[in-house]
């Protein structure tokens, strides 16, 4: 399954190793003397199987981890900052000057995302315009928020003039499954909303963010955007015992976010954004269009090698179909193609992280001593960097991949016979972000649908579960989410409503009219922006 150096095209060659010798502070890139730590890619450059090395990354620690925090808390200054008392048509000013010199480093940003997480070419291209795209919403979505506030409200004698303020100080942590959207849908609407932020990439896709150091540099004020690299627990260990976080913004897993918020000392200040894990399920009905079924689950569970959260992790097939779903499953199955991320109509690509391919097999040894059978002929089947999809079947409760977020390509089958079978289990799991619904009567569809949307956040009918489109809410239940990011929603959840009133007399009307006149305050303000 490895593939040779000879048939990586020149384009995509790793020519030179980028060492990233600075980080962001204080609107300074800081040079680093200290130790670092190597950057490897699992795709191979030789012919003989090597893991590739794309370069490195500073290992910073806690002196660096409080200087950055000193340098976001400056910068929100008590709340008298530039940055958090800004015009509102400032600070889009600057967002649209970083995304401006954002997509000048695409294919840079893409090549990267193809070496350091596997990424076929075309969803690494995706993902690059996608983000992009997210910031010209998110522009457009912040202005809306800001005319629909330009205006004054009265009630029993008091005028109010209500808008949305910025909350504080953020630590932003983001995946590595997609460490370019993911992570900038929680840094763009808390930076645009007027909060400080102290960044750190996820452990793998790191060197990708380095392009893109410069223009935090020089598009916002100084201290507003800080990157720092290192180890998670060593960097956000003292940031959060300080006391000084306001909000906690993490693509991740619940252990983690745990881990993390516990070291806060006042945690019912501490506001919480949170993108978590999930166990999304696809239920199958006996009267179900099996083509339509069979490919949006190949979907589901396969697409980025079901390396994402919205990933169905588990099916639920009706036993009266489940003989005729396997057998069409699996032909799909094997007949995906494996191989590098730029090669062409490639669907299945290597595993980012080293341990996957060997967790992988433990969780398929556990089903079929249990049980269970591989369906598919590739399933299993095991290289340096890769582990061939497996369909297993029946899978029970037994099973650890029944409960595990296998995060991978692994399949696990379930039959059921009734209906409150899947449903008594989601009610159970520890998750509660999406799930697929496959079947086309409308009487057995809508007590289901009426209960699904108690047990989840998103019921797709009849399709895989996914993120988008992004004006969407994306949240979950339980250990899946805490808040809501869409454009419009994740910039409610990195602001507070904050408001002026005024008792309506014409002391106040007089000193109301005057500061809208002379435009002295950058809060009381009813000009609307086009």
Sequence with gaps: ??????????????????????????????????????VYSTISSTKDYKRTLLGTIPQLGEKEALEALDSASNAYAKGQGLWPTMKVRDRIACMEKFVEQMKTKRETIVKLLMWEIGKNLPDSEKEFDRTVDYIYDTIEAYKQIDRDSAKFEKNE????????????????????????NETFTLLIPALIMGNPVIFKPAKLG???????????????PKGVVNVIYGRGRVLATPIMQSGKIDVLALIGNSKSANAIQNNHPKKNRL?????????????????????????????????????????????????SIVDEFNKRYSEKVDAL??????????????????????????????????????LNAKGGEISENFIFPAALYPVDKTMR??????????????????????????????????VSLFGKDVNTLAPLIDTLVN??????????????????????????????????????????????ASKDNDYNKAILNELLDKKTSNFISTDYIL
């Design 455 to 500: 047990l989840v956040c998103r019921v797709n009918l009849n399709s895989s579960c996914q993120r988008g489109p992004d004006v969407y809410p994306f949240t979950g239940r339980k250990d899946s989410a805490f808040s809501t990011l869409s454009v419009h929603d994740a910039l409610r959840s990195f602001s507070i409503r904050t408001f002026v």
């Design 1 to 38: 399954m490895s593939n040779t150096f000879l048939e990586i095209p020149e384009a995509y060659k790793i020519q030179s190793q980028l060492h990233q010798t600075t980080y962001l502070v204080s609107g300074e890139l800081k040079q680093w003397e200290g130790e670092t730590a190597e």
């Design 337 to 374: 193609k494996f191989g590098n991320p730029w090669d062409s109509g490639v669907k299945l690509t290597p595993l980012p992280e080293v341990e996957k391919p060997a967790y992988i097999k433990e969780l398929i040894d556990d089903a079929v001593e249990k049980g269970a059978e591989i």
């Design 401 to 434: 991949v029944f409960k595990e977020e296998q995060f991978g390509p692994l399949v696990p089958i379930v039959p059921f016979k009734d209906i409150e079978e899947p449903l008594n289990d989601m009610a159970e799991s520890n998750y509660g972000q999406q």
């Design 157 to 180: 004698g008091v005028y109010a003039h209500i808008r949305r303020g910025p909350l504080g100080v953020v630590l932003c942590l983001g995946p590595y499954n997609y460490p370019l």
């Design 206 to 220: 790191v060197l990708l963010i380095s392009p893109l150091l410069e223009a935090f540099q020089n598009s916002f």
């Design 271 to 319: 506001r919480l954004v949170l993108g978590l894990e999930a166990k999304n399920p696809a239920i199958v009905l006996p009267d179900a269009d099996l083509d339509l079924a069979v490919n949006e689950c190949i979907t589901g569970t396969l697409s980025f090698n079901g390396q994402r959260c919205t990933a169905l992790k588990i099916l639920y097939v009706h036993e």
